[in-house]
């Protein structure tokens, strides 16, 4: 079993920058891919980014390619995300993910095990 608890949502204005960060228990962090996803309202869960179990791989969703940056510190089990130059459809609720499966798999939201509790991210205009 794994649990994830994310951090570091907020109030920013457009423009700003957020660094997320989720803290994942158990001695198995280096096991699972890592992933973030965002939920706003009214809308599906969507992908934002993954990485790969030793960090060298990332993937983004298009809409934050650029102006976000996963990493992961599998010695603190904890996975972030960076992001940058943030937009008011940047609004959602974010949500990290655990999963034994590869990276790749995560961007279509497959091989997922475990999922955070989610933080509120609200970027105003």
């Known amino acids: 079993q794994v649990q994830l608890v994310e951090s570091g949502g907020g109030l920013v204005q457009a423009g700003g920058s957020l660094r997320l960060s989720c803290a994942a228990s158990g001695r198995t962090f280096d096991s699972y891919a890592m992933g973030w996803f965002r939920q706003a309202p009214g809308k599906e869960r969507e992908f934002v980014a993954a990485i790969s179990r030793s960090g060298v791989s990332t993937y983004y969703a298009d809409s934050v390619k650029g102006r976000s940056t996963i990493s992961r510190d599998n010695a603190k089990n904890t996975v972030y995300l960076q992001m940058n130059t943030l937009k008011p459809e940047d609004t959602a609720v974010y949500y990290c993910?655990?999963?034994?499966?590869?990276?790749?798999?995560?961007?279509?939201?497959?091989?997922?095990?475990?999922w955070g509790q989610g933080t509120q991210v609200t970027v105003s205009s």
């Open positions: 993910a655990a999963g034994r499966g590869t990276a790749q798999a995560m961007t279509d939201r497959r091989d997922i095990d475990y």
